[in-house]
């Protein structure tokens, strides 16, 4: 921490300003004038300046990075994204990332660890103390996700037969202090979590105090495997600050602050909007163009498909739409519709299920609302388009044929929409991905084969 | 803090268990075994508390909390939803409300004073102490979902000129301490914030130390009206535990913690799915249902009027249609694959909108991205499709019609998936809910458009 002069009070203006200063430094930089991207990018915070790194256009990021080089810390390297930090880490030498991971907590040593390349890895951890060497391995040998992989290993910890004083003091004596922590937990003689003290707790009451008098013995913890998403929901929850992860024996093996559930909150939850778009994996702005085209062609094919089988399905009602070609006009807004409200009971679904962790009992009432909700849109729609096409085609079959197809395949959707998203979460697929695709092929093909199989039957 | 026994460490099910109770509890209701509903409900965190209230369905859940009614807390009635809040709060009495009020801090206090009906509000406001009273006038003249209606006003302040053990003895004076806080704000004579400490620092330095020497100087703070989206993305971004939040003469007026910003960050991710998923408003799961089809209505009744003006398209190529029944068959192809592509750029666009904060700059190198992803993805399947149609056809300018239309199809949705939200960003519309339809109406009517008439020029 350092004691420079007192600035102003930040106002608005400058913030916005510092939280983009990426424009500036860009122009400087096209001048060539070193000395004021220089200038620009010293003293500055290492969220600042990995976010001029990320918003650098690629093709001029790696240029940059040579530049600023010895001005990039190791935390600054933990704040940019995976993908950018693929990028530029070729750029360092073994040793000097070994050096910028030393000074990290071991979670975000973690992220750049496994961001090397392979040689690469092995030399910057035979380049690193035996601990964080075995620290690491550590973490890498939790699952994906899991709250393993989330903590860190840096806690503090006390005994219940301890004073405050002995807390305050032994603080001192710990060498990996972590760098902030809200929490000291309180530990048997097995390490195993009985209690929890908040630091405003230990400030606010005298140095004498027993620790067991006052710590808070609903200590909750959760186990190293748990997903991230379980993890942040208890967090959430409870409104914690932060929370030990235990391992199989019970022991603590590590902490998770809040600052790591934001990121996984907003992760989590812009998984969840892009695989509801459409859009798998592509979680940053700053990827290549060819991984992102990927990324949304998968989508896009099965959408074909699902174009091409609706095709075929109106192929089979040739007949009625060479006899009554006003059936083509109108064919595409029961498909529509029935997509439409579809992708509504969905988006609610899929977000329940993130948000609350619905359960089994949760599924037949969600079924019976989203019917109910369903039967209410649908003969409301329907009663307005059956009047439309009959004001328009002057004909009142078809405007009865089609309210019915709208009401049923708005129906269909009410319950495929919230049924569909709960099995593919008990089967263990992601809902946001897979119920889509499957919600809109069968709301078309029933769209399009209701409405003109009707009109067969009725009119021919 | 009580000292019951030391429960054994928890365990995944066990907290799998606690994390819902409301089958058993609600079991335990509908037998009548009201021992065993208080039993079951007493001493569980207001979190579990509220979670019961919620899960119980609306019907039954007034008669729960009239059983429950004294040791629902005021706690556990401001971790509830605002919909089940507003349900059950006026079987309170208005002394029961202050009473439950006086023990929250006072952004939690907002809260639920905000849900009371006028008159009920108040009484419980003439029931509060004067300074509490005076505080949420306060409160309430900030501008809704602004930093000043998600700070508390409960701070800790010190000054440069004390030593750390100073500001350890004033805690015991202060008569609102915040329950959890994380740092103290350093300020100078006219409360401006110069400074702060987080609790670990104070913890580990020596009592005798000066604050000026070791405060972080680089205090971020933001005024009271900043939006909070705006103020999530600072935390976000520095990883900040807390903030203070200053007036317009850049004095402290309060503070925000991360714990309310995950809140903030939960909503406003749920908000965008929702409203990309055609949903407004709906953010409850346990409001009722005729609320939630009219939240649902209005995006359906403006995809019909969509449908109809496509189906006003498609009818003036009624002789093209007559003729080729077949174009009957492939035109939906286009449309929905237009649709398609430019929900998955609308997606990637608002995400960016709210997650990176986009600016100005970005705009063009965001369109120049999207367009040459739809150029890559549009060209493939464009080929694809133009061969299956010629294959089923057999009629090779069908396979072209078809190729070409879609294309420039995608590559509308490109630029529009792009360009809408930044512009509605831009015009302080809300993204979200509005691009969709421009989006869907526009890749229809050129999808019909384009294909019949590309087939109306070249096949008649």
């Known amino acids: 921490m350092d004691e420079k002069n007192l600035d102003p009070p930040p106002h608005l ?9 990426a424009p500036q430094v860009e122009s400087a930089f096209d001048a060539e004038m070193w000395d004021e991207v220089f200038a620009l990018t010293s003293n500055i915070h290492p969220a600042d300046m990995a976010d001029i790194i990320q918003q650098f256009p690629p093709q001029k990021r790696l240029r940059l990075v040579e530049l ?15 993908s950018v930090r693929e990028q530029i880490l070729p750029l360092f ?21 496994e961001d090397l390349q392979e ?39 006390c005994s219940p037969n301890w004073t405050l004083g002995q807390i305050i003091d032994s603080l001192e004596d710990i060498e990996h202090l972590p ?9 048997d003689e097995d390490n ?30 959760v186990p190293v495997n748990l997903d991230q998403e379980e993890v942040a929901y208890i967090f959430q929850r409870y409104s914690l600050s932060s929370m030990p992860v235990i391992d199989q024996e019970g022991r603590i093996a590590g902490m998770i602050t809040v600052d790591d559930i934001i990121d996984v909150i907003q992760e989590e939850a812009s998984d969840d909007i892009l695989k509801l778009g459409g859009v798998t994996q592509e979680t940053s702005l700053y990827g290549n163009i060819i991984q992102a085209s990927l990324s949304r062609f998968g989508w896009l094919f099965i959408s074909l498909i699902n174009c091409l089988i609706a095709s ?3 192929a089979h009602f040739e007949q009625a739409l060479e006899n009554f070609v006003v059936l083509a006009f109108l064919m595409p807004i029961v498909a529509s519709m029935g997509g439409n409200a579809g992708m509504q009971t969905l988006t609610v679904t899929v977000r329940s299920l993130s948000i609350y962790n619905l359960r089994a009992g949760h599924v037949v009432s969600a079924i019976k609302r989203e019917l109910s909700i369903a039967a209410l849109n649908g003969l409301v729609l329907a009663l307005i388009l059956s009047s439309i096409t009959l004001l328009w085609t002057g004909n009142l079959k078809i405007g009865i044929i089609i309210g019915l197809a709208l009401l049923f395949n708005v129906l269909w959707s009410g319950f495929a929409g919230a049924f569909i998203p709960y099995v593919l979460h008990r089967i263990n697929l992601d809902p946001a991905i897979s119920a889509g695709p499957i919600m809109s092929t069968t709301t078309d093909v029933i769209g399009f084969a209701l409405f003109l199989g009707l009109a067969t039957l009725i009119l021919l």
Chains 1, 2 share one sequence.
């Open 13 to 21: 203006e400058t913030s916005d300003q510092e939280l983009n200063l």
């Open 68 to 82: 600023l080089h010895t001005t990039i810390s190791g935390e600054a390297l933990s704040f940019l994204e995976e």
């Open 119 to 157: 040689d690469m890895q092995r030399e910057v951890l035979e380049a690193l103390p035996l601990e964080e060497r075995i620290s690491f391995e550590k973490t890498r040998s939790y699952p994906e996700y899991s709250a393993g992989r989330l903590m860190q290993r840096e806690v503090v910890l």
């Open 192 to 221: 195993k979590p009985v209690g929890e003290i908040s630091l405003s707790w230990i400030l606010r009451h005298p140095r004498r105090t027993q620790v067991a008098k006052i710590m808070n013995t609903e200590v909750r913890s």
């Open 93 to 113: 030498t073994s040793a000097e990332v070994a050096a910028a991971i030393h000074e990290l907590e071991s979670d975000d040593a973690a992220l750049i660890l």
């Open 179 to 187: 760098e902030h922590f809200y929490d000291v937990y309180v530990v």
């Open 312 to 314: 075929v399905v109106i």
